[in-house]
């Protein structure tokens, strides 16, 4: 059986020209948060009020800029927003949407910092080998397509679990003390918005989690 510290080791990138950032982490359930998410929340909101003014996401650079590299990957706009931008809008209309449990609040500190896509996994529910591949015919995702063949999304060994399209509702990550955070970016970006670094700052910042494994998965052909 597979160890689960070998978890990030069972990741493929399918898709090319894209770049995962994994983070297995683990709850310090002996860690006394005491007000450091209030800080933390407070401080993130304060930075996306300094990095939308006027709460225009169309003239955000880093926002247009991945929009503009999703599209010179193929990608269909108008049928799968980037989760990213699904939540920064919500959090625009509604900023105390921030507020929920741990992992959801790092969720919206991570995406108003990197301004990327994430997706949160229970560690304890994944089925590994995981993938990043192309959506197939019959495959599903919440999003605006019913259908999300030909679509970047992520799979275990039993169907599709994640996606650069689809935010977690809050209460799916309640009591999560295994979560996976997962940075989905083109690889032209990924150097650029640094989402190591966020992560990286964010549990320094907080003692929240410790980390059990990380690593940034690229592109692997598949030998015919």
């Not at 939308?52 to 599209?71: E, I, K, M, N, Y």
């Not at 108008?78 to 921030?98: F, H, K, M, V």
């Amino acid at each position: 059986m597979e160890s689960r510290a070998s978890l990030v080791d069972a990741i493929t990138v399918r898709v090319p020209r894209w770049r995962l950032l994994v983070s297995y982490m683990r709850l310090r359930e002996d860690r006394d948060l005491g007000n450091v998410m209030d800080t933390a929340v407070k401080g993130a909101l304060a930075e996306l009020g300094r990095s939308l003014p006027g709460g225009r996401l169309d003239r955000c650079p880093a926002v247009t800029a991945l929009r503009q590299s999703l599209c010179s990957l193929g990608i269909d706009l108008d049928g799968a927003t980037p989760c990213s931008e699904q939540l920064l809008a919500a959090l625009l209309a509604s900023p105390q949407a921030a507020r929920g449990c741990l992992a959801w609040e790092f969720l919206n500190i991570l995406t108003i910092r990197s301004l990327a896509p994430w997706s949160v996994l229970d560690r304890t529910r994944l089925a590994p080998p995981l993938e990043f591949r192309a959506g197939r015919a019959g495959d599903r995702l919440l999003t605006p397509k019913d259908d999300s063949e030909g679509l970047p999304l992520l799979a275990d060994s039993t169907g599709v679990i994640a996606s650069p399209w689809t935010c977690p509702a809050p209460q799916e990550l309640e009591g999560l003390k295994e979560p996976v955070f997962v940075c989905y970016l083109p690889e032209d970006l990924f150097r650029v918005v640094e989402p190591k670094s966020h992560m990286g700052k964010l549990v320094w910042l907080t003692w929240a989690y410790r980390f059990v494994q990380q690593r940034t998965c690229s592109f692997q052909q598949v030998n015919s």
